[in-house]
């Protein structure tokens, strides 16, 4: 029998949200970060709590940074940390093919090569953490198929490491307008 993952993103969907989701359906924070111990990535700490938040009750996942500085990351540097990593090798490859499609939209929007793309927000110990820990948990829970509602993108105005910029920021929208 195959076992298939459907999310509503009614609210969109970050990383930590994702990850709370597998929590809420077996996932056991101990699992979590006992896979996640063997990426060697420090400068972080797991927390989950109950909380409440208009009418509905769920899980909140934390991934807490430490404050010391994390190096800038481009791909040959996450690729480096995932191959040296204890991971098994389909959540390595699934964990590369995502920061390399990644790479992409960002040297598109930029005009660089994939290899020369800094990595701002999305090479950070979170997004690291998100990505891995999302497809550790898949593989816990014997997930086959995920699919999803169509995501909510909003509009205005996002400030990141390049300044203020549409929401989406044009990377996003390059890899939701590839996904459709």
């Known amino acids: 029998m195959s076992r298939i993952l459907y999310l509503d993103l009614f609210s969109g969907a970050g990383g930590d949200m994702l990850l ?21 990535l420090s400068g972080y700490e ?49 964990a590369l093919s995502v920061f390399e499609r990644l790479a992409r939209a960002e040297a598109g929007v930029h005009g660089v090569a994939p290899e020369q793309v800094h990595f ?27 699919y999803c509602s169509e995501v909510p993108v909003g509009g205005g105005e996002v400030r990141m490491e390049h300044g203020l910029l549409p929401a989406p920021a044009p990377a996003t929208a390059a890899l939701l307008a590839e996904a459709r």
Not at 25 to 39: F, I, N, Q, V
Not at 69 to 86: H, K, M, V
Not at 134 to 140: D, H, K, N, T, Y
């Open 20 to 40: 709370a989701a597998l929590l809420e359906l077996g996932l056991k924070l101990e699992e979590l970060r006992s896979d996640l111990s063997r990426l060697k």
């Open 46 to 94: 797991l927390s989950a709590q109950r909380v409440a938040s208009r009418g509905l009750t769920g899980t909140r996942l934390t991934v807490r940074q430490q404050p010391e500085a994390q190096p800038a990351r481009r791909l040959p540097l996450i690729r480096g940390l995932l191959d040296s990593s204890g991971l098994a090798e389909p959540i390595r490859k699934r």
């Open 120 to 146: 701002h927000e999305l090479g950070a110990v979170d997004t690291l953490v998100d990505v891995v820990g999302f497809l550790c948990g898949l593989e816990r829970l014997e997930v086959q198929s995920v």
